[in-house]
């Protein structure tokens, strides 16, 4: 339906949000959250689970991130540890989750989703496929009775429908995800681009909501909307934990051993970093600030490590630099120990 987006973000602004757009929480896939691929046995999920939890226990690494990671890779295994739930996750994803989620139901909407006269497509609430939901049996017979009725059939009077909503997944960059984008979709039918604005922050598997550009509605009923899920293409140069932006910075040995000022790329463009002198190769240095910026007001820092880079030329020169600088490695290295 979708063809490939067309990107335009004007000189770097933030972009401006409008009601055109709707940011939703990211859902993120639960074997992505424990590591494990989809064709993984329950000893793989077991021996993963059991790896993330020892490793993120908040007794052992107490935080406020490891706290959020923790209960989310525990989520994950209360899901794919247990055989029935996974095969449901597996069948209807994240909808499975919900509680009072029926299978049956589900898959009687899914089954008889093209039914009515004329090609016209009956589209379901979602209280067909969740139990309890108004009353009486609730049985699979009342779910067909209800079919007709919206269909015109079986003496019931037309009812005008909303269209279902249309999901798809699209690439964007990981600069467009930290400082936020305007994204043009073209479809493939040749109808007019869709335009979708990315909100900054914006993190891999988020969802963004697009009212009224899902499929058309019946007997006059609103158009659904369209669900995009973002994955955000990785950087050949930053990394990002939450809202906090990690990039490794080579450094010349001169600028090491003496200090220097040195130019630092951020998405907020180019700043100035003070590197102290005789700083050591892997030192971290924080700007505050300038990591992802969100709308709110809320700001990540941006995380530099130094890489103290030397030179690979040959030649007595090198040599003699080389030995003149050089420190006891054996030395350097004589009490480190298990």
């Known amino acids: 339906m979708l063809g490939a987006p067309e990107l335009h973000k004007p000189d770097g602004a933030l972009v401006d949000e409008s009601p055109l757009t709707t940011y939703i929480d990211p859902v993120p896939d639960l074997y992505s959250v424990l590591g494990v691929t989809r064709t993984a046995s329950g000893q793989e999920v077991k021996k993963a689970y059991r790896k993330l939890a020892s490793k993120l226990h908040p007794d052992k690494n107490p935080g406020k991130a490891n706290d959020k990671r923790f209960k989310e890779v525990t989520g994950a295994y209360e899901v794919l540890g247990d055989d029935k739930k ?8 994240d909808i499975s989750l919900q509680s009072g989620f029926d299978p049956r139901r589900a898959r ?43 269909s015109g059939g079986a003496g019931g009077r037309p009812r005008a429908q909303a269209g279902q ?8 960059s990981f600069a467009d995800a930290v400082v936020g984008s305007t994204l ?10 869709i335009q979708v604005r990315i ?7 988020s969802r963004v909501r697009v009212p009224g550009k899902g499929s058309p509605g019946h007997m006059g009923g609103p158009a659904g909307d369209l669900l995009l899920t973002l994955r955000v293409e990785a950087h050949p140069h930053f990394t990002r934990d939450g809202d906090d932006l990690h990039i490794e910075l080579p450094i010349g040995l001169g600028e090491a051993y003496h200090g220097a000022q040195i130019k630092v790329p951020t998405p907020h463009g180019d700043v100035k970093l003070t590197v102290p002198n005789g700083v050591q190769s892997g030192r971290k240095l924080r700007l505050r600030g300038k990591g992802v910026r969100r709308k709110n007001g809320r700001t990540g820092d941006l995380y530099v490590r130094l890489l103290v880079m030397v ?14 600088l050089d420190l006891d490695g054996p030395g350097l290295r004589e009490k480190l120990t298990f």
């Open 108 to 150: 009687g909407a899914r089954n008889f989703g093209g039914f009515g006269g004329g090609g016209q497509n009956v589209n379901f609430d979602l209280g067909d496929i969740f139990g309890g939901g108004g009353g009486g049996g609730g049985g699979f017979g009342d779910m067909l009775g209800d079919m007709f009725r919206r």
């Open 86 to 93: 996974r095969a449901l996750y597996d069948e209807f994803g």
């Open 184 to 193: 043009k979709l073209a479809r493939a039918d040749g109808g007019e681009p």
């Open 311 to 324: 030179s690979t030329d040959e030649g007595p020169e090198v040599e003699q630099a080389i030995e003149a």
């Open 199 to 205: 909100p900054p922050g914006a993190e891999n598997q």
């Open 165 to 172: 909503d249309v999901a798809s997944t699209i690439n964007i």
